[in-house]
């Protein structure tokens, strides 16, 4: 049975390696200066030795940024109050919708800037919880800045 059993685990294991997909990072595209791209799009983000890639859907990639072009890396979160899930579960019960809209949702977003010669851009991405620290630390080590909080930005008219 062990043998049976080691044998499986050989076979299996390596076989769910090879379809196992690269190490990209989802993101969601909220918007910025890449062609044919919609706001909301769920995209690949790569971040390689000399440059960062975004590919959809597994084709070309949509944009090749190189790490030295890259000239800001920004980032920030959007915190709000879970009202829609309270009210729905307030309908069941009450104390539970109470407390759920006492709760908080946070979405993490980094924005890149670059200058490739005439070619200029920027874009904002919607990053996971879970990704979110290791993007930006890939992102600083690649390119040699430091992310900057957009929180902390004051914006003056």
């Known amino acids: 049975m062990k043998r049976l059993l080691a044998v499986l685990l050989s076979v299996v294991f390596p076989a ?13 595209y909220d918007g910025g200066s890449v062609q044919g791209l919609k706001s909301g799009s769920d ?3 790569y971040i390689d030795a000399n440059q960062v890639r975004f ?4 084709k070309s990639d949509l944009v090749t940024i190189p790490a030295s072009a890259i000239t800001e890396i920004s980032y920030g979160q ?4 879970r009202v829609g899930t309270a009210v729905a579960v307030g309908v ?3 104390g539970l919708g109470a407390l759920t809209a006492l ?4 979405k993490h977003y980094i924005g890149i800037t670059w200058a490739n010669g ?15 620290r290791g993007i930006l630390a890939g992102l600083e080590g690649v390119t040699g800045k430091k992310a900057v909080d957009s ?7």
Do not use: P
């Open 16 to 28: 769910s390696l090879i379809g196992a997909d690269d190490a990209g990072y989802k993101v969601v």
């Open 43 to 45: 995209v690949k983000l």
């Open 55 to 58: 590919r959809k859907d597994k």
């Open 78 to 81: 959007d915190v709000h109050r």
């Open 92 to 94: 069941f019960t009450l």
């Open 103 to 106: 709760s908080k949702s946070k």
């Open 118 to 132: 005439s070619e200029k851009g920027g874009l904002a991405m919607q990053c996971d919880k879970r990704d979110y």
């Open 151 to 157: 929180t902390t930005m004051t914006v003056k008219n």
